[in-house]
């Protein structure tokens, strides 16, 4: 079982930066993939970013290539989304997620039954 927690949303101007963190707890967390997912009032959640095991291999959405990173130190048991170049569209509820999956862009960062993703954090660009 993992417990997520997110933290680092605010509010950024277009253009801006912020990085997210998912400071995650239980024994499994080093075999998971994990990612960030995103959702804004009235659109269907986006999987942003994942990150296989070790971090080895990576995935993002068109929407956020080259812009957006992806990493995690497994020693602190943290997932982090470093966000450059913000824009409006990026405005939405971002959760931090974790599953087993085949590979990063086979999942997506979209959890299924069993995933585990956190409370989220809001991220607001103006």
């Known amino acids: 079982h993992v417990q997520l927690v997110e933290s680092g949303g605010g509010s950024v101007q277009s253009g801006g930066s912020l990085r997210l963190s998912c400071a995650a707890s239980g024994d499994t967390y080093s075999g998971y993939c994990m990612g960030w997912f995103r959702q804004a009032p009235g659109k269907e959640r986006e999987g942003v970013a994942a990150?296989?095991?070790?971090?080895?291999?990576?995935y993002y959405a068109e929407s956020v290539k080259g812009r957006f990173t992806i990493s995690r130190v497994n020693a602190k048991k943290t997932l982090y989304l470093q966000m450059n170049s913000m824009n409006a569209e990026d405005t939405a509820m971002y959760y931090c997620?974790?599953?087993?999956?085949?590979?990063?862009?086979?999942?997506?960062?979209?959890?299924?039954?069993?995933?585990?993703w956190g409370q989220g954090t809001q991220v607001t660009v103006s």
């Open positions: 997620a974790a599953e087993v999956c085949l590979s990063p862009g086979s999942w997506k960062a979209k959890p299924g039954k069993t995933g585990y």
């Open positions: 990150i296989n095991a070790i971090g080895s291999s990576t």
